[in-house]
C-alpha cells in the first residue's frame, strides 16, 4: 500500500485563472482573488495538511 501523496493531491490548478495566477479585469491585469496569485487552490486534503503543519510547527 502507498502513502505517497502527490502535489495533485493536495492542490489544484486554479480554474478562475487557469493557474496564471492573475485575472484580466476592465483591460487590468489583477492577482487572482481566487488563489490569492498562487495560481493553485488547495484541495481538501491540502488544507488538512497545512493547518496540522501550522499547528505543529
Ligand atoms: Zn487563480
Known amino acids: ?3 505517497i501523496i502527490s502535489t495533485d493531491d ?3 490548478i486554479c480554474p478562475n485563472c487557469n493557474g ?6 476592465e483591460n ?14 488547495l484541495t481538501a486534503l491540502g ?5 496540522f503543519m501550522k ?3
Do not use: W
Request: charged share 25%.
Open 1 to 3: 500500500m502507498s502513502v
Open 10 to 12: 493536495l492542490e489544484h
Open 20 to 25: 496564471t495566477s492573475h485575472v484580466t479585469i
Open 28 to 41: 487590468e491585469e489583477k492577482p487572482c482573488s481566487k488563489c490569492d496569485g498562487k495560481g493553485v487552490i
Open 47 to 51: 488544507q488538512t495538511l497545512l493547518h
Open 55 to 57: 499547528k505543529h510547527i
